[in-house]
Structures are given as C-alpha cells and as structure tokens.
C-alpha cells in the first residue's frame, strides 16, 4: 500500500507507521523532485531581469582620445546608468609634476552621481570632462584630456 499521507507542496508520499512503502513511491517522489527543481533552476520568478542584469554587468570599461580641448562629453554607450566610475590616463602615474612651470597634472579622477574630483562629472550615462586651462588649486591642474594621451574609464552600477 501507499502512503496515506501526501506533503502539502509538491505531493511527495508521507507514510504512517501502518503503510508499506514501494520502490515506486520513492521513484514517484524522485520524478516530482527534479521535475520541480529543473523548473525552478529555469525560472526567472526570484529575481527580475534588472536584477540579473546587475548580477552580469557591474561594470563597464571603456577608452577614449584626448583631443586636447577644454571640455568634452564622452559618450560610453554604457548599458547602465553608473552611479560611480575612475577616469585615468593610460600608462601613466596618477599626478605627475611639471617642475619647470611649478604645477602638478592630475591624470586620474574619481567620479560618483553625487560628487566628482575636479576635471569630471558624471551626467547618465556620459562623462564631461575638462582639461584645466588654469588651475584649479593652488597649482593642481586637470589633465584628464591631454592632446593624444589614451585615458580609460570603468563604470560601476
């Protein structure tokens, strides 16, 4: 005989101490497990598809050419709005210094929708930025978009 009893969920066998347990109930139960669970290994239904989004693209890296102006918008065709990112110059040092003219060039930034390091903005999906004309401190300069350097970017959510 089978169980007498059935689990409230998936419906496997809950025998009481009278019933005499089959081969085929284990079986039965079995099948009902991993069909259950294959359907669940394929679901979507625990997270969304923001989610799992997130889960797949915390970031995103990117280049671009100074070209030596002022200021620029660099468009990065990021897949997300980033909520923070670093900005720095391709094989370069994070500042370096000028001596002969007594200034220092800050080649790296930190940039966040709440608040930026001098020479960068976040705005969406793109970065301004600006090349110091003048300085900004003292003298600190921005050097985020030096004619022909390579800077990078990395984008977080």
């Known amino acids: 005989m089978s169980s ?6 998936l419906g496997l066998n809950s025998w009481l101490g009278s019933d005499r347990p089959e081969r085929a109930d284990f079986n039965a139960d079995n099948e009902i497990i991993d069909a259950t669970l294959a359907e669940h290994f394929e679901s ?10 997130k889960w797949n693209t915390p970031y995103y890296f990117g280049v671009y050419f100074g070209d030596g102006n002022l200021t620029r918008t660099i468009t990065t065709n ?8 670093l900005v720095f110059k391709g094989n370069a040092m ?37 090349q110091s004309g003048s300085a900004i401190y003292s003298n600190e ?17």
């Open 94 to 130: 994070p500042a370096t210094t000028d001596f002969s003219n007594s200034r220092n060039l800050n080649h790296f930034a930190i940039v966040s929708v709440r608040s930026n390091m001098s020479g960068v903005e976040l705005s969406g999906q793109n970065l301004k930025i600006r």
């Open 4 to 9: 007498s009893n059935r689990t409230e969920t």
């Open 141 to 157: 300069y921005s050097s985020i978009n030096e004619y022909g350097a390579t800077y990078c970017y990395i984008l977080f959510r």
């Open 44 to 53: 979507t239904c625990h997270i969304t598809e923001s989610e799992r989004n």
């Open 78 to 85: 990021c897949p997300f709005n980033p909520t923070w990112g």
